[in-house]
């Protein structure tokens, strides 16, 4: 572990420097009114909300290179007054993150914010009771269910380590592809095998990656800000009460299943129509495109707009690998690869095609990374299936598709 009296003054220093520039740094946990009910539903499935709701440890990095990258962060900190407010901020909030005790629900909730600053503006409902947590399960997927008469957003927190491995190893394939694509088939089995990943093995980009830079940050931040604000448009849409529920079987490890399923070891939870979830993913990716366009950062709507592309690209990857393992995912979304055509098709409707260079080049990596295996396929081009379930999703949600031939006449 850290030295705890350097880690106390890189922290004293950060909220001088915060101050000194008029930055505000997010609490630790932005609502912590959400806490209570969170861990009443943990406990009624019988799970420990310390064991779920973990501190966040930075074990991703490995031991011998902490204290070189606790060198660069603060070259970083030393180098602040040629920064702008926003790489500032970005910079002193990544060092809080990794230095102070702070939970994964925490977490969770501060990502997820701006999102939920939107949702409640656009549906009153949200700003009833509401809460968003880190879920017991191990699956990829977000899911939503009702505790309490509260909509619950649970989300796994180890997808979340997942992400920021692809996003890191994209970036790392700048300088070296062939070291980016096995290491990401690494990380994936290791996570179809655990439901979590074990990050330390992971030199993560040594001499490739500059890990004070914080594109890599603000990128896996927008993908699972996706995540999250997937789960929140199930509640904003009302599916939290019209769609189905079905109970589902809690694994603590995917290598080790509980012999003797209990109640208890079963939670209930929406199974909402592949109609209902790709429309959570197009109200996902416009929430998030609105958060984004009243930032004053002019890099954050095409970051938005990379968000959604890195997660279905990297969610491809991992149901690409469960199926090579001769596992289905027992999860009711429909493919990560029909999600991304409808996904880009609402980035051009949104008219956002010059804004979603970002997420081209995860595409890239996304086909790089899956033509290692020959059956890889990556979503077509052109599908008239998916044009017809794109006219009337977006139609549900108001999209003015007047314009948009390339949908409505070719189905
Ligand atoms: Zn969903």
Same mark, same amino acid.
């Given at each position: 572990?850290?030295?705890?009296?350097?880690?106390?003054?890189?922290?004293?220093?950060?909220?001088?420097?915060?101050?000194?520039?008029?930055?505000?740094?997010?609490?630790?946990?932005?609502?912590?009114?959400?806490?209570?009910?969170?861990?009443?539903?943990?406990?009624?499935?019988?799970?420990?909300?310390?064991?779920?709701? +973990?501190? !966040? &440890?930075?074990?991703?990095?490995?031991? *011998?290179?902490?204290?070189?990258? =606790? /060198?660069?962060?603060?070259?970083?900190?030393?180098?602040?007054?040629?920064?702008?407010?926003?790489?500032?901020?970005?910079?002193?909030?990544?060092?809080?993150?990794?230095?102070?005790?702070?939970?994964?629900?925490?977490?969770?909730?501060?990502?997820?914010?701006?999102?939920?600053?939107?949702?409640?503006?656009?549906?009153?409902?949200?700003?009833?009771?509401?809460?968003?947590?880190?879920?017991?399960?191990?699956?990829?997927?977000?899911?939503?269910?009702?505790?309490?008469?509260?909509?619950?957003?649970?989300?796994?927190?180890?997808?979340?380590?997942?992400?920021?491995?692809?996003?890191?190893?994209?970036?790392?394939?700048?300088?070296?592809?062939?070291?980016?694509?096995?290491?990401?088939? +690494?990380? !994936? &089995?290791?996570?179809?095998?655990?439901? *979590?990943?074990?990050?330390?093995? =992971? /030199?993560?980009?040594?001499?490739?990656?500059?890990?004070?830079?914080?594109?890599?940050?603000?990128?896996?931040?927008?993908?699972?800000?996706?995540?999250?604000?997937?789960?929140?448009?199930?509640?904003?849409?009302?599916?939290?009460?019209?769609?189905?529920?079905?109970?589902?079987?809690?694994?603590?490890?995917?290598?080790?299943?509980?012999?003797?399923?209990?109640?208890?070891?079963?939670?209930?939870?929406?199974?909402?129509?592949?109609?209902?979830?790709?429309?959570?993913?197009?109200?996902?990716?416009?929430?998030?495109?609105?958060?984004?366009?009243?930032?004053?950062?002019?890099?954050?709507?095409?970051?938005?707009?990379?968000?959604?592309?890195?997660?279905?690209?990297?969610?491809?990857?991992?149901?690409?690998?469960?199926?090579?393992?001769?596992?289905?995912?027992?999860?009711?979304?429909?493919?990560?690869?029909?999600?991304?055509?409808?996904?880009?098709?609402?980035?051009?409707?949104?008219?956002?095609?010059?804004?979603?260079?970002?997420?081209?080049?995860?595409?890239?990596?996304?086909?790089?990374?899956?033509?290692?295996?020959?059956?890889?396929?990556?979503?077509?081009?052109?599908?008239?299936?998916?044009?017809?379930?794109?006219?009337?999703?977006?139609?549900?949600?108001?999209?003015?598709?007047?314009?948009?031939?390339?949908?409505?006449?070719?189905?």
């Amino acid at each position: 572990m850290y030295d705890k009296g350097k880690v106390d003054k890189l922290l004293g220093l950060v909220h001088e420097m915060a101050k000194e520039r008029n930055i505000e740094l997010p609490p630790s946990d932005p609502n912590p009114e959400q806490q209570p009910v969170y861990e009443r539903y943990l406990r009624s499935i019988g799970r420990k909300p310390d064991d779920i709701d +973990r501190v !966040i &440890e930075i074990e991703r990095i490995p031991q *011998e290179q902490r204290g070189m990258i =606790y /060198g660069m962060l603060l070259t970083s900190l030393m180098n602040a007054k040629n920064q702008s407010d926003s790489e500032l901020k970005q910079l002193l909030f990544l060092i809080t993150t990794l230095f102070s005790e702070q939970r994964a629900t925490g977490f969770l909730r501060t990502i997820a914010a701006p999102v939920v600053a939107v949702a409640k503006r656009k549906t009153p409902a949200l700003n009833e009771a509401f809460c968003l947590g880190v879920s017991p399960l191990k699956w990829f997927n977000g899911q939503s269910l009702i505790f309490e008469r509260t909509p619950l957003c649970l989300v796994q927190s180890g997808c979340f380590s997942l992400i920021e491995i692809f996003v890191t190893l994209f970036q790392a394939s700048q300088k070296d592809v062939g070291y980016a694509v096995s290491g990401t088939w +690494r990380a !994936i &089995e290791d996570y179809i095998r655990t439901g *979590e990943v074990k990050p330390a093995e =992971y /030199g993560l980009g040594q001499g490739l990656v500059n890990f004070g830079d914080s594109l890599i940050g603000v990128l896996t931040t927008s993908a699972e800000q996706f995540v999250v604000a997937h789960e929140i448009g199930h509640v904003a849409l009302g599916h939290t009460v019209t769609a189905l529920r079905g109970l589902v079987p809690i694994e603590t490890n995917r290598a080790a299943p509980t012999a003797m399923a209990t109640s208890r070891d079963k939670m209930e939870i929406i199974q909402p129509s592949h109609f209902d979830e790709h429309c959570a993913d197009i109200w996902g990716v416009s929430s998030q495109l609105e958060a984004a366009a009243s930032a004053s950062d002019e890099a954050a709507v095409p970051i938005a707009c990379a968000g959604s592309t890195i997660f279905m690209g990297l969610s491809m990857l991992v149901e690409f690998a469960y199926r090579l393992h001769g596992e289905q995912l027992d999860d009711t979304h429909p493919s990560a690869s029909d999600r991304l055509y409808l996904i880009e098709l609402a980035l051009e409707l949104t008219g956002n095609h010059e804004n979603a260079y970002v997420a081209h080049r995860f595409r890239e990596f996304t086909e790089q990374v899956g033509r290692r295996h020959p059956n890889f396929e990556m979503p077509s081009l052109l599908s008239r299936a998916l044009n017809k379930m794109a006219q009337s999703v977006f139609e549900h949600l108001g999209f003015d598709l007047s314009k948009a031939t390339y949908i409505t006449e070719f189905q």
